[in-house]
């Protein structure tokens, strides 16, 4: 019971963040952009990504390119995120 209720509360502490952060002005297309997310909605996402990361993996190599891969992928963001720092 416990469990299915911290899931729940999860859940709507990350639909919020995004939701607050989708354009909102009228004829715009919403999208998710690069503003702060709420600290908690922060936490219960990388906890996700980190606990399903093999999963995240696995759906990314359905949709890549079939002459790409994950590790270009993590290398490509790594480099980037080095620029931004």
Do not use: C, H
């Amino acid at each position: 019971m416990f469990k299915k209720l911290l899931i729940a509360t999860q859940n709507i502490i990350v639909k919020d963040a995004f939701r607050g952060n989708y354009a909102k002005a009228k004829g715009e297309k919403p999208s998710f952009t690069k503003t702060n997310m709420d600290f908690d909605a922060d936490t219960i996402l990388t906890e996700f990504f980190i606990k399903n990361i093999k999963k995240i993996e696995n759906w990314f190599n359905v949709i890549a390119p079939t002459d790409r891969s994950i590790n270009e992928l993590n290398t490509m963001l790594t480099e980037l995120y080095k620029l931004e720092v």
